[in-house]
């Protein structure tokens, strides 16, 4: 199992800028449907993508949206989804 996305899965938890929350989140989810899209990952595997990606998405719904004049990318609700539903690894 690669590491990467627990690295990342981690960087998102942990952030304490609210700046950059949504950022490490969409990155953390990236990485995670990369990892699940990988032909050999085990059940075991699975469940524990499974469990990152739901956390992620609870993070995201409590995470404040920023105000209409932060930067473009943040504030941006549903990320997970759109991460999910994208085509293309």
């Keep these: 199992m690669n590491?990467?996305?627990?690295?990342?899965?981690q960087a998102a938890i942990?952030?304490?800028?609210p700046s950059k929350v949504l950022l490490r989140i969409e990155a953390a989810a990236r990485a995670i449907k990369q990892e699940r899209s990988r032909g050999d990952v085990t059940y075991a595997e699975a469940e524990k993508l499974h469990c990152a990606m739901r956390m992620l998405a609870m993070l995201e719904s409590t995470t404040e949206m920023p105000k209409p004049h932060e930067a473009p990318g943040h504030g941006q609700r549903g990320l997970i989804s759109k991460i999910l539903h994208q085509t293309g690894a």
């Design 14 to 17: 942990f952030e304490c800028d």
């Design 3 to 9: 590491s990467q996305w627990q690295d990342l899965y």
